[in-house]
């Protein structure tokens, strides 16, 4: 589970590496397919990551802040580094199989209860990542420019182990 999470980190840090060549102008335009722009895409996927593991700790999963307050580059590299090492990253390296069971519940639009298992939870923040990193790519292209490789091969990451 940790590698997949440390795969969409360095995925991340490289898109905003590369956002750094856009201007603000193209990073903040509307696209079509996805949450919006370049720019309101990666912090969908910053709080979206936040507020399920902060679930999966059984606080209160906080409401989405204004996407106004964070709409410059740095500012969401910003936030992803404060919840990264607020939250995330110690919940992720703390993971272990007995986790994997355990439940969140919710209460729906509905007023019906739901419930998750952790385990699916956690798979499912991965995918999410990688589901809107698709994203990335194809407006990367619609620009001109080439989008970040989603090579999971030759990062490094199993070397640790």
């Known amino acids: 589970m940790l590698t997949l999470f440390q795969y969409n980190w360095q995925v991340r840090e490289d ?3 590369w956002c750094e060549g856009i201007s603000e ?6 696209r079509v397919g996805g949450p919006g722009s370049l720019l309101y895409t990666l912090f969908h996927i910053v709080d979206v990551e936040y507020s399920w593991l902060v679930g999966l700790q059984g606080k209160e999963e906080p409401e989405e ?3 106004e307050h964070y709409a410059t580059l740095q500012k969401v590299k910003q936030l992803s580094h404060e919840y990264h090492m607020e ?3 110690p919940f992720v390296k703390a993971w272990t199989d007995d986790m994997e069971a355990q439940t969140l519940s919710e209460t729906n639009a509905n007023g019906e209860t739901i419930s998750f298992r952790h385990g699916e939870v956690m798979r499912h923040v991965i995918a999410h990542e990688i589901h809107h990193v698709g994203q990335l790519s194809v407006w990367a292209r619609e620009i001109g420019k080439p989008p970040i490789t989603a090579n999971l091969i030759n990062r490094g990451l199993f070397d640790k182990q």
Do not use: A
């Open 15 to 17: 898109w905003f590496s």
């Open 87 to 89: 939250v995330v990253r």
């Open 25 to 30: 102008e193209e990073l903040l335009k509307q």
């Open 65 to 67: 802040p204004p996407f």
